[in-house]
C-alpha cells in the first residue's frame, strides 16, 4: 500500500525533476519545500481515503491497478517517437479524468438513480460498499467482500447459496437478509440485533 500511494504521487517528483516549462526546469522554478509539502497532503489525502477500507482492497491499490494498465494502454506512444516523459504522465492524467467523472456520476447518481434502482442500497453503503470502488474490475477482491467486507469463515455441512449477499457481523456467514438470526452462530436468537443495525444502518 505505501508503494501504491508513492506511485500515485511520483508524477509530481517527475515533474519536478524533468519537465521544462518556458522559463526553464521547474525545479529552477518551484521550491523543493514546496514539492515536499504538496507530496505530503497528497500522500496523507490518499492514506485517509483508504482508512477504513480492510479487508477491501485500498483504494490507492485500486488506483495503482488502473495506471498501470493505462500504461499499457498509452504504450503505443513510444513506438511514435513520444518521450517517456509524456507517456508516463498522460497514463497518470487519464486517471484523474476518469476518476473526477466518475466522481460526478456516481455523486448524481448516489441521490437520483441507486436508491430507487436497489433497496438495499443505503445498508450497503452503511457496510462499506462504494459503487466504483468496489464493482471496477480494477478491484480484484471477491464479490463477497466487495459486498460485505468481511473474511467469509470455513463452512462445515451446510454452504450458503452464492446469491446470499448479506452476511452476519459477528461471525461473517454468507447470510439471505440483513437482520435476523444467523443460521451458523445463532446471533440474534436473543433479540439483540444491534450489530446488525452498527454493521447495515437498519
Known amino acids: 500500500m505505501l508503494l501504491a500511494r508513492l506511485f ?95 466522481w460526478v456520476a456516481h455523486t448524481i447518481a448516489h441521490h437520483l438513480i441507486y436508491p430507487y434502482a436497489d433497496p438495499n442500497y443505503h445498508s450497503l453503503r452503511k457496510s462499506g460498499w462504494h459503487p466504483f470502488w468496489d464493482t471496477t474490475v480494477y478491484n480484484h477482491d471477491s464479490e463477497l467482500i466487495k459486498d460485505g467486507g468481511f473474511e467469509e469463515p470455513i463452512y462445515e455441512g451446510f454452504v450458503p447459496p452464492p446469491d446470499w449477499r448479506f452476511q452476519c457481523p459477528v461471525c461473517g456467514a454468507r447470510q439471505q437478509t440483513n437482520f435476523g438470526v444467523c443460521w451458523r452462530c445463532d446471533y440474534g436468537a436473543d433479540g439483540d440485533d444491534t450489530a446488525y443495525h452498527q454493521r447495515w444502518g437498519i
Not at 522559463?23 to 515536499?36: A, I, Q, R, V, Y
Not at 482508512?51 to 513506438?79: E, H, K, Q, T
Not at 517517437?81 to 476518469?98: D, E, K, Q
Open 8 to 102: 500515485l504521487i511520483s508524477p509530481l517528483w517527475v515533474a519536478y525533476f524533468c519537465h521544462e516549462t518556458y522559463n526553464g526546469p521547474m525545479h529552477e522554478e518551484m521550491s523543493f519545500s514546496t514539492l515536499l509539502i504538496i507530496s505530503v497532503v497528497a500522500y496523507l489525502v490518499l492514506s485517509w481515503k483508504d482508512s477504513g477500507r480492510a479487508p477491501r482492497s485500498a483504494i490507492s491499490i485500486i488506483m495503482r491497478n488502473m495506471v498501470l494498465m493505462y500504461c499499457v494502454v498509452w504504450s503505443f506512444l513510444l513506438l511514435f517517437g513520444c518521450s517517456w516523459f509524456f507517456w508516463y504522465m498522460i497514463s497518470h492524467a487519464t486517471l484523474w479524468v476518469i476518476l473526477f467523472w466518475q
